[in-house]
T-cell receptor
């Protein structure tokens, strides 16, 4: 079955370390997104990519970096510059620009920085 | 003011009750999504609406574009419906199909 795989489900890191969250999709979607969820707040957009080798900053990109070398993969790196990295991170994908059809979410990664 | 407002924030119902969750938004949209998030955190897309009404099983979603308002109804509620229900609006921009999310409605259905 097609879908989005995020790994790992839970991740613990020491303060000051970079960490990379994986997101893989086999839906043949062109667009991919990273969202962050904090308690009591709606999901907020970190980065998105509409096509391979291209990506744009979202609303809260500071302290994060991404790459899109393959259509299927959109890894997110949480750098030591991110002031408050402990959160729930969700990856999503959708069909091409100009339509909302097929918006699909992964199961998320819960990152805890100690 | 958030672009997407949901009400209520929390809702407790008895099994079998009819449930309504509301979503209001303040900007023009391309579509509105209703999403379900279970305690494990993963999100499932329930509906995408740009007009009218959609039904899937015991779930019904409606949207009034003129009033910028949508409702999600659950008929004959069951404890397995307990989850967070999230409204999100799609806004077409030069940057593609980004969604703006409400803060969610925590639903608990009791036996």
């Amino acid at each position: 079955d097609g879908g989005i795989t995020q790994s790992p489900k839970y991740l613990f890191r020491k303060e000051g370390q970079n960490v990379t969250l994986s997101c893989e999709q086999n839906l043949n979607h062109d667009a991919m997104y990273w969202y962050r969820q904090d308690p009591g707040q709606g999901l907020r957009l970190i980065y998105y990519s509409q096509i391979v080798n291209d990506f744009q900053k979202g609303d809260i990109a500071e302290g994060y970096s991404v790459s899109r070398e393959k259509k299927e993969s959109f890894p997110l790196t949480v750098t030591s510059a991110q002031k408050n990295p402990t959160a729930f991170y969700l990856c999503a994908s959708s069909l091409p620009r100009g339509t909302d059809y097929g918006y699909t979410f992964g199961s998320g990664t819960r990152l805890t920085v100690v | 003011k958030n672009e997407v407002e949901q009400s209520p924030q929390n809702l407790t119902a008895q099994e079998g009750e009819f449930i309504t969750i509301n979503c209001s938004y303040s900007v023009g949209i391309s579509a509105l999504h209703w999403l379900q998030q279970h305690p494990g955190g993963g999100i499932v897309s329930l509906f995408m609406l740009s007009s009218g009404k959609k039904k899937h099983g015991r779930l019904i979603a409606t949207i009034n574009i003129q009033e910028k308002h949508s409702s999600l109804h659950i008929t004959a509620s069951h404890p397995r419906d307990s989850a967070v229900y999230i409204c999100a609006i799609g806004i077409l921009t030069g940057g593609g199909n980004k969604l703006t999310f409400g803060t969610g409605t925590q639903l608990k259905v009791e036996l």
